[in-house]
């Protein structure tokens, strides 16, 4: 059994539980063996066997799977992991997004990392509210989540009383466990282009990664009046879909928008769609079990 499946997923909190969900997602990469690329086959067999695996998780532990606290915890392993800066008081800026991180993943019992989850479990709430414009049809809403997915940056910014030359000299992790309260500061940025690139290329990368054709993804959210009665293929709906972290309900309204079903459907490849939606498989994993049963891959024109 892989040791993804040996945790006790009643009891993480919202971090860890999103981290466990973002392992699972990627537990099985092509690239991770030379015989999964020179064999494709061989990754198909090794995805199907995993999937299979976290089915049988999924149904002893289906309650915690089921629940809001897992969907928030799937939305919230899309989004960009925030960065933390600890702020002393000689005013020295400090990189601390590694230490809060790995305290979050121990659920360490302290004021700051209490407070930092919280700020998280908001950046998900509203994030679901941009999910739920989409779902409910209004096409516009797709721009603003994928814009936030591949653009924006999150920096949290917290002061502590020690000096900069104290800290060089201390456990930081200590320090975070022991601070009581803490002035918050939130910084929410674009990223910055590097040399030679622009901000669109962030976002065309993005775009193009997760087989989210660039030209049909422009035209169905820029909603003009012609466009409306517009129906857009199937598969450009379910990469996007997999990219934002739909789960299978939301998934089934964005696509009945649009004149399609897979949850209603008696095709085969329809119902691996929407057991990968339910289960919250990766498109990886999805494309994957879809080959694997003789249908054509999730991989479409860039």
């Known amino acids: 059994m892989n040791e993804l499946f040996q945790v006790d997923i009643e009891n993480l909190n919202l971090t860890q539980l999103s981290r466990w969900i973002k392992q699972c997602r990627t537990a099985i990469q092509p690239s991770d063996r030379p015989i999964y690329t020179e064999y494709p086959y061989r990754y198909q067999e090794a995805v199907a066997e995993f999937c299979k695996e976290y089915i049988e998780f999924f149904n002893a532990h ?5 629940s809001a606290q897992f969907d928030r915890a799937l939305k919230l392993s899309v989004l960009k992991f925030p960065r933390y ?32 989850i919280n700020r998280e479990a908001d950046r998900v709430k509203q994030y679901s509210k941009n999910i739920a414009s989409f ?13 936030q997915l591949s653009l924006e940056t999150i ?23 022991e601070i009581k309260r803490g002035k918050w500061q939130t910084v929410e940025r674009k990223l910055k282009p590097a040399e030679s690139r622009t901000i669109s290329d962030y976002l065309i990368a993005d775009i193009r990664e997760n087989h989210i054709n660039k030209n049909v993804f422009y035209s169905f959210s820029k909603n003009k009046e012609e466009d409306k009665r517009r129906v857009y293929g199937k598969l450009f709906l379910c990469n996007v879909g ?5 789960n299978a309900e939301e ?9 399609y079903t897979i949850q209603c459907s008696n095709r085969p490849d329809d119902r691996i769609l ?12 999805a494309s994957a079990l879809l080959k694997k049963d003789g249908w054509d891959g999730l991989e479409i024109g860039k």
Do not use: P, W
Not at 85 to 111: C, K, M, P, R, Y
Not at 155 to 177: F, G, H, P, S, W
């Open 62 to 66: 289906k309650g915690t799977m089921t």
């Open 85 to 116: 800066v600890a702020i002393t008081s000689d005013g020295e800026e400090i990189d601390i997004t590694a230490d809060v991180e790995q305290l979050q993943l121990e659920n360490t019992t302290s004021h700051l990392i209490s407070k930092s």
């Open 135 to 147: 779902k409910s049809g209004k096409r516009e809403a797709l721009h603003a989540i994928i814009n």
């Open 155 to 177: 920096t949290y910014k917290v002061n502590i009383l020690e000096k900069a030359e104290q800290i060089n000299k201390m456990d930081i992790k200590k320090v975070l466990r």
């Open 242 to 246: 997999f990219y934002i972290g739909l």
């Open 251 to 259: 998934m089934e309204a964005v696509l009945r928008n649009e004149g």
């Open 274 to 285: 929407f057991d990968c939606f339910y289960y919250s498989f990766s498109r990886n994993y």
